[in-house]
């Protein structure tokens, strides 16, 4: 028998309600509050996933820490929730907690909504961490999932379709390159879908209290994003790189009455969805690419606003879509030549397939012109007419034609640097400005890795 034992799970929630978050910290009660070895884990993958709830996130935790050096890393009904990174001597019975595991996530799971199909893995050895790698940017196979979960010698557990066991695997799979956490607190149960009473000012406040925080409030739509709109358990959940302010930064927020908390490890914020584009892009990937703006931009109705740009010999259209925000504004202000990077997931859509761009890095600027008038006749000196469209200009007193009309050199009213689409629209996976700068000092392209583990 072993001392330690991963649990992971996904696919236990509807748009309708419930949370596969929530799943966890049942889990941690019907298991009688053991000590987890290291944090659980709230591992997003492939966010372009058509058959996703909201933001394909999928759970882990693994059990078996040491008493002696545990520390609390959340609250369920007034018992504290702890965890240890030493590993505990206790060995564990797989059979009796494979089967609490499955009790709980039957009894959670919204099993009527056709969307949901759980699936639950135990195993006391991580499946290789390649399959997560391939969960997060590519589409997956439940065989896949099936068979490296049968490499790993694991209890596995399906119902419906049992889809969920791709997401149960990747999460257990999951060996950080990066990592953030997230504090989440969770609702009373007579509260579940009514109106949630949660500070705004105190939400808006938290990236100024708690730098290491992130994606709280959205400045420009006035949007508080640590609360979700959707009927589920969750009151808020508060982002950041260090989790030891995690339990300050969720009681400086004013709300209603906490049930319970819990610290999350997770890989949201990692950018670890993203592959460098090298070859053809495939439909529901998200990429990385930097090379020089071809043409555009132009906006469409609606908003959204399109350019392309040349990487190598290739061209692709990069997407500024409304939701993004400010975004656009940055992109309508590049002109042909500047040197760009971009992050985004390259779908088709009604402008057919495009780059949606998550994050644009601005690497060089061209100079910048405005027309002041027509060219002037290098003869006579009067001022030439244009001879139609794309025909140049000609002098009407001497037939003197001229191709070019009179610049002079304009402000450049962009800067170089790394931008974000506004906090509201962001994907949980990708990675914001703030955090890339923070992580980088301010030079995410240069120093972006791909970890193809
Ligand atoms: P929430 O974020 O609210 O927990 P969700 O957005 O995670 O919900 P799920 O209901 O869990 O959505 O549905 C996602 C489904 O997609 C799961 O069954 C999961 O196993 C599966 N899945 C996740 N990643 C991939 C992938 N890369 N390829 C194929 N299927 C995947």
Request: glycine content about 6%; hydrophobic content about 40%; some cysteine.
């Given at each position: 028998?072993?001392?330690?034992?991963?649990?992971?799970?996904?696919?236990?929630?509807?748009?309708?309600?419930?949370?596969?978050?929530?799943?966890?910290?049942?889990?941690?009660?019907?298991?009688?509050?053991?000590?987890?070895l290291g944090y659980p884990r709230l591992v997003r993958l492939n966010p372009n996933i058509p058959w996703k709830t909201r933001g394909n996130g999928a759970l882990a935790l693994t059990i078996g820490g040491s008493a002696r050096t545990a520390f609390k890393i959340g609250e369920i009904s007034g018992k504290p929730v702890l965890a240890s990174?030493?590993?505990?001597?206790?060995?564990?019975?797989?059979?009796?907690?494979?089967?609490?595991?499955?009790?709980?996530?039957?009894?959670?799971?919204?099993?009527?909504?056709?969307?949901?199909n759980p699936g639950l893995i135990v195993c006391d050895t991580r499946p290789a961490p390649s399959f997560y790698w391939?969960?997060?940017?590519?589409?997956?196979?439940?065989?896949?999932?099936?068979?490296?979960?049968?490499?790993?010698?694991?209890?596995?557990?399906?119902?419906?379709?049992?889809?969920?066991?791709?997401?149960?695997?990747?999460?257990?799979?999951?060996?950080?390159?990066?990592?953030?956490?997230?504090?989440?607190?969770?609702?009373?149960?007579?509260?579940?879908?009514?109106?949630?009473?949660?500070?705004?000012?105190?939400?808006?406040?938290?990236?100024?209290r708690y730098p290491s925080t992130f994606n709280n409030y959205d400045n420009e739509t006035r949007h508080m994003c640590i609360s979700p709109a959707s009927p589920c358990p969750v009151l808020f959940g508060i982002r950041g790189s260090d989790p030891s302010i995690l339990p300050n930064a969720m009681q400086s927020v004013r709300s209603e009455l906490v049930d319970r908390w819990l610290i999350f490890e997770s890989n949201q914020g990692t950018d670890d969805h993203i592959i460098r584009l090298s070859q053809e892009p495939e439909q529901f990937c998200s990429y990385f690419a930097s090379g020089q703006v071809k043409t555009g931009p132009r906006t469409i109705t609606g908003g959204h606003v399109f350019f392309e740009m040349q990487y190598g010999t290739r061209i692709i259209t990069c997407a500024a879509f409304e939701e993004t925000k400010n975004l656009r504004n940055i992109v309508r202000k590049l002109v042909p030549g500047d040197g760009v990077a971009v992050w985004g997931a390259y779908k088709a859509g009604a402008e057919g397939k495009t780059l949606n761009l998550e994050k644009i890095q601005i690497l060089s600027l061209v100079k910048r012109f405005v027309k002041v008038g027509n060219p002037l006749c290098t003869r006579c000196g009067k001022s030439m007419k244009s001879a139609g469209r794309g025909l140049g200009y000609r002098c009407r007193a001497c037939r003197t034609t001229a191709q070019e009309a009179r610049f002079r050199e304009a402000d450049c009213t962009v800067s170089t640097g790394l931008y974000s689409a506004t906090t509201s629209s962001r994907r949980h996976l990708s990675m914001p400005a703030e955090l890339a700068v923070r992580c980088a000092a301010g030079k995410a392209a240069n120093n972006w890795q791909e970890n193809d583990n």
């Open positions: 028998m072993e001392t330690h034992l991963h649990i992971g799970f996904d696919d236990t929630d509807s748009a309708d309600g419930m949370c596969t978050t929530y799943a966890v910290t049942e889990i941690i009660r019907q298991l009688d509050f053991p000590v987890l990174f030493d590993e505990g001597e206790e060995k564990q019975n797989r059979r009796a907690i494979s089967e609490k595991a499955s009790a709980a996530i039957e009894a959670l799971a919204e099993m009527d909504d056709e969307n949901t391939r969960a997060v940017r590519y589409v997956v196979d439940r065989e896949d999932a099936l068979d490296v979960c049968r490499e790993a010698d694991a209890f596995i557990a399906e119902w419906k379709n049992g889809r969920g066991i791709i997401g149960a695997t990747a999460a257990v799979a999951w060996l950080p390159a990066g990592r953030t956490y997230e504090v989440i607190t969770y609702r009373e149960r007579n509260r579940w879908g009514k109106t949630r009473n949660v500070n705004e000012e105190d939400a808006s406040m938290l990236s100024v």
